[in-house]
C-alpha cells in the first residue's frame, strides 16, 4: 500500500510540474508571437517611411 501511495505521489508531482511547464512555454510562446509582430511592424513603418537602414 505504502508503494502505490508513494507512485501516485511522485506521478501527481510530475504531472504538476509538466503542467507547469507547459503554462510557461505556452506563455513564452504567446510572448514571442507578440514581439514578432511588433519587430515586423517597425520594419514596415521604417520601410515605408524611406529611413536609412541601420
Known amino acids: 500500500m505504502n ?3 508513494a507512485a501516485i505521489i511522485v506521478i501527481g508531482i ?3 510540474i509538466v ?4 503554462q ?3 506563455f513564452l510562446i ?3 508571437i507578440v514581439l514578432a509582430v ?6 514596415l513603418i521604417r520601410v515605408i517611411s524611406g529611413r ?3
Open 3 to 5: 508503494i502505490l501511495l
Open 14 to 16: 510530475v504531472l504538476l
Open 19 to 22: 503542467g507547469g511547464v507547459n
Open 24 to 26: 510557461a512555454l505556452s
Open 30 to 32: 504567446w510572448v514571442g
Open 38 to 43: 511588433i519587430a515586423a511592424i517597425v520594419f
Open 52 to 54: 536609412k537602414p541601420v
